[in-house]
């Protein structure tokens, strides 16, 4: 008797069980689970500064930021006036006016309004001799009011930004399997006396001194030599951009780590980067300027 009491119970157990499954499948059609949240965006310390600059999207588009509240875009302008096929490749605040150049991959110089996006070439000729290389550093030398231009492929020239032509061609003498890919001064301000000149190595994520950084001639221009900083210690890729602020001396990368175009701080004396801010890969940051503060400005365009 009681084996049959015991088989009942476990039939009725097993017919409350098959009930509960369907009414949690019904559940489930009408009530569906929760999607789980994506992953998080990397959140970094703040820089505790409010340093305004600018990021260039595929060569095509200008960016607004600030290093207040980094991964917050506060503006953006298509740039107009390139021919068919052309796009800027770098680019930076002249300290002596205030206004923002670039270079394109057809080797012509523009200016370009930072404001409304319209690029004004400089000249009618190509450069000559033409830039070698698909990567390219991009900044103007306080003390001379030239632009100094590197590529991956060793090339390193001086620019005449009146003219829009090359002057002092030479080569950087490095390391082996060095690639060259920005370059920034410090003391970006009109009428500088004195100015120091840093590159960064992308494919050793390495940060050096480049000295003498004002050269009077190419034979003089070839003789600057590399001086070892540190490493940034940052897995950096590619083509990217590097600025520093005249105010506050801050220096700022923007650079792909893990494909993602990264802000980071430099320390100047050893090297170190500090993430502050992660981007979407679509955007396609390859250069970053800070603008400056000129002696005479006239917006156009």
Known sequence: MKTRVS????GAAALLLGSLSSCEDILEHYLPKPTPPPPATPTFPPLGQDIPFYALSGGTRLDAYSTK???TR????????????????AMDFRPATGQLYGVSNADRLYVINQNTGVARALGTQAFNPSLAGDLFGFDFNPTQDLIRLVTNMGQRVFVDPVPG???FPGTIFGPDGATFTAVAYTNNVAGAKTTELYV????NQQLYLLTPPNPSSSSALDESRLVPVG???LPIS????FDIDARTGTALGLFPVNKKPTLFTLNLSTGAARPLAQ??????YTSIAIPTRPVAYTFWG
């Open 7 to 10: 088989l009942a119970k476990l």
């Open 69 to 71: 509240d980094p991964a």
């Open 74 to 89: 506060t503006g953006s302008v298509a740039i107009t006036g390139l021919p068919s096929g052309e796009r800027i490749l």
């Open 165 to 167: 032509a090359i002057r």
């Open 200 to 203: 960064i190595d992308s494919q």
């Open 231 to 233: 490493k940034l210690n």
């Open 238 to 241: 590619g083509d990217g951009g």
């Open 279 to 284: 981007y979407n890969a679509s955007l396609g």
